[in-house]
């Protein structure tokens, strides 16, 4: 069974791509809130639902309106299956249960001509409504149609007779003339109110017991009309985000131009672009290698977040894919250090470790590392990483492991190497720097006139920082600063070029000092 924790779910993007969804009826609401992932033997309901969906997409341009018309319908529904359930243990509702009931039944009454106007175009798989005329019936015996709810005096002869008394009474009562003549009123009529109280209650008592025959039949439309709605908020995010209907596989999974919901929208934001990542994994350890900040972390969760997307019921997001159904999936990454367990960094992976890989080995698993082992010292990291690489290739399992250590990848079944960084210019990289010796840090040396000047700029500014005039966090928040007590503003401030020190010094300092030599 698979289980993601809320803090892996906002660190894949799962999270992001739930709150994009807006669930219209309080069924299906608890199901996006209650999200649940199909495991292998599901696969024929896991593919029924994948069909609906890719169906609901395709049909979104034709039937927008429609969709917005059954999406209102929705919103107006309230979440009666408590007092339904009564209704069938034989409790007696009230007036507001029922009120709430004969609601519920009016919105499944006038959704029903919309589904069958969406299903003609979809042609849905395992969905219906029954019919809720007859319910409806029990709550409104003289078919006024109302919103409200009234016990009508045609209820019971009973009840007729006592508010054709109490009516009789209330009319005395406006004309008389004398206190003692109004007493005696007030007291028949408190008598008659009492009777009318009990005579609903005996009404309403029936009415329950007549709904309760229908119960199971209603509740399921509850459950469908949830269903309904998450199928529509789910076609919604495919056509938004270019959602595929995947092959399933039973071993290999292939992801071509897959992307990451949350990281679009964010670069978007910035008027920038996701670049898609493709990936082809087969069963074993594959190594994803490359510099800091290359991609190899974003990719894999990127991976992860697609296999949870097809395992929950989503289009995933790429251009076309081929996956399998996975019995676990487990993500060990970011900072594992625990202060309440008294465990270092590097205990905590180990320990994470252990207990992920005794769930991995109970089926065919998803296991993904970032940078494992990269809370020790690099020799010992790299060998942990190498004999962590060679075992998983023997477990039942797709394993994705990123890494910078050097010689992991030749142990794995498969290696890809991140690209990064694009369209480089080296050469005016070169001018910017100003770079002339071998080591290509010469003017960036104290003993040259250049090297002497930005010394002069970074002093001050040093300076300016620690004495807490300037903000450093502030500052460098671009730069992904992490807090100003470990200083990686200072070496962000030393390796910046000539000119753009030059134009940061100015715009905090104020005019520079001249350059000499």
Request: aromatic share 8%; hydrophobic share 40%.
């Amino acid at each position: 069974m698979i289980s993601i924790k809320f803090e892996e779910r906002e660190k894949i993007g799962l999270q992001y791509a739930l709150e994009t969804l807006h669930g219209c009826s309080p069924f299906g609401q608890e199901r996006i809130r209650r999200l649940r992932f199909y495991a292998p033997e599901e696969r024929a309901a896991l593919e029924e639902e994948l069909y609906n969906v890719e169906q609901a997409a395709n049909a979104a341009g034709e039937l927008k309106d429609v969709y917005n018309k059954l999406m209102t319908g929705l919103c107006q529904m309230k979440d009666i299956r408590n007092s339904l359930r009564r209704c069938a243990a034989g409790e007696t509702p009230d007036h507001v249960e029922l009120f709430e009931i004969k609601g519920y039944l009016q919105r499944l009454d006038g959704m029903r001509p919309l589904f069958e106007q969406i299903n003609a175009v979809t042609h849905f798989k395992g969905m219906t409504f029954h019919e809720v005329k007859d319910a409806l019936a029990v709550l409104d015996p003289d078919g006024t149609g109302s919103r409200g709810f009234y016990i009508p005096d045609s209820a019971t002869a009973k009840l007729k007779e006592i508010r054709s008394a109490k009516k009789e009474v209330e009319e005395r009562l406006f004309h008389a003339q004398t206190d003692a003549e109004k007493d005696d009123l007030r007291l028949k009529r408190t008598r008659l109110c009492g009777e009318e109280d009990a005579e609903e209650m005996h009404v309403r008592r029936a009415m329950g017991a007549a709904l309760a025959p229908m119960v199971d039949d209603l509740l399921a439309d509850a459950d469908t009309a949830g269903r309904l709605d998450f199928i529509i908020q789910k076609a919604l995010f495919a056509v938004r985000y270019g959602g595929v209907r995947p092959e399933l596989t039973e071993r290999e999974l292939e992801l071509e131009d897959m992307v990451n919901p949350e990281l679009c929208d964010l670069l978007a934001e910035q008027g920038r672009r996701f670049v898609p990542v493709s990936i082809r994994l087969e069963p074993g350890a594959t190594v994803i290698t490359g510099a800091n900040m290359g991609g190899k972390s974003v990719a894999m969760k990127t991976v992860a977040l697609n296999v949870l997307l097809l395992q929950a019921g989503f289009l995933v997001c790429a251009k076309k894919a081929r996956m399998p159904l996975f019995s676990c999936v487990k993500m060990l990454f970011d900072d594992l250090q625990s202060i309440q367990s008294g465990l270092s960094g590097f205990g905590s992976e180990i320990v994470q470790f252990q207990k992920a890989l005794a769930e991995v080995e109970q089926g065919y698993s998803l296991f993904l590392l970032d940078e494992f082992a990269r809370g020790t010292n690099p020799d010992e990291g790299a060998v942990i990483v190498q004999a962590v690489t060679r075992y998983l290739n023997g477990v039942d399992a797709i394993s994705l492991l990123t890494t910078h250590y050097d010689k992991v990848a030749e142990y794995a079944r498969m290696h890809y190497q991140i690209i990064g960084l694009r369209d480089i210019d080296p050469e005016a990289i070169r001018r910017e720097l100003a770079v002339t010796s071998e080591d290509g840090w010469e003017h960036f040396r104290p003993d040259t006139p250049e090297g002497a000047y930005r010394q002069k700029l970074l002093d001050k500014l040093y300076r300016f920082y620690i004495s807490g005039k300037g903000d450093a966090a502030a500052d460098f928040t671009a730069e992904r600063f992490p807090d100003a007590d470990n200083y990686y503003w200072k070496n962000l401030l030393r390796t910046m070029p000539t000119p753009k020190l030059t134009a940061f010094y100015s715009a905090r300092l104020g005019q520079p000092p001249k350059m000499e030599g």
